[in-house]
């Protein structure tokens, strides 16, 4: 079974910074295992959008463009970890932020039916 465990949500002022974690365990590979690990948003009365994903076997990273230039996805193999840094903060980014694995389509943030989920974690921008 797959657990996924986010942190380092929190309030922060427009143009702060916060950096999510997510711990991953039990990930078994399967033929229907993909590389790719990622972070998805949900805004009150939105629905949930690919924020950045990247693909673990080859560090690859890909972006919505919202975030682009803001926020870095990165990965520590060692100890299964998966991050996020989000600097320039906008009170646009106010969400609860979700940590997946197994995304469909790495490129374009997508989530299949085979992706597993965090729990999440708020994240609120005042301005």
């Known amino acids: 079974q797959v657990h996924l465990v986010e942190s380092g949500g929190g309030s922060v002022q427009a143009g702060g910074s916060l950096r999510l974690s997510c711990a991953a365990s039990?990930?078994?590979?399967?033929?229907?295992?993909?590389?790719?690990m990622g972070w998805f948003r949900q805004a009150p009365g939105q629905e949930r959008e690919g924020v950045a994903a990247?693909?673990?076997?080859?560090?690859?990273?890909f972006y919505a463009d919202s975030v682009e230039d803001r926020f870095t996805i990165s990965y520590d193999n060692a100890n299964n970890i998966l991050y996020l840094q989000m600097n320039s903060l906008k009170s646009e980014d106010t969400a609860r932020y979700y940590c997946?694995?197994?995304?469909?389509?790495?490129?374009?943030?997508?989530?299949?039916?085979?992706?597993?989920w965090g729990q999440g974690t708020q994240v609120t921008v005042s301005s």
């Open positions: 997946a694995a197994n995304l469909l389509n790495c490129v374009a943030v997508v989530a299949g039916p085979r992706t597993y």
């Open positions: 039990g990930y078994t590979y399967s033929r229907y295992s993909t590389d790719c």
């Open positions: 990247t693909n673990t076997r080859f560090r690859t990273t």
